[in-house]
């Protein structure tokens, strides 16, 4: 994978991002939240990106936590390739709105 990355992607790394493991129902919900429900994932979104990610080596699947409780979870970790691939998609959307700021699309910062 390379930037840009759809959104649902680049929502899915920030998820995990942190350092938080999560499974994918958490991300559903981090996503979510995060984005004022902007973005919503279904679970075949998310998995179907989370099967592409993983095939690019840019998350990996852990163990859950021993006391999740109820039935094993599938849990997912960022890895250094996945957060330089975030870093550099972070970076290409802030030259982009750079430019909206610098076409008074965006007001500039104070």
Known sequence: MTTPLTPQAFQILLSLVDGRDLHGYAIIQDVAARTDREIQLTASTLYAAIKRMLDAGLIVEVDAPE?????????????????????????????????ARDKDLLPRKA
């Open 67 to 99: 006391d999740s409780g109820g039935a094993p979870r599938r849990c997912y970790r960022i890895t250094k390739a996945g957060r330089l691939l975030a870093r550099q998609e972070a970076e290409r959307l802030a030259r982009a709105v750079a430019m």
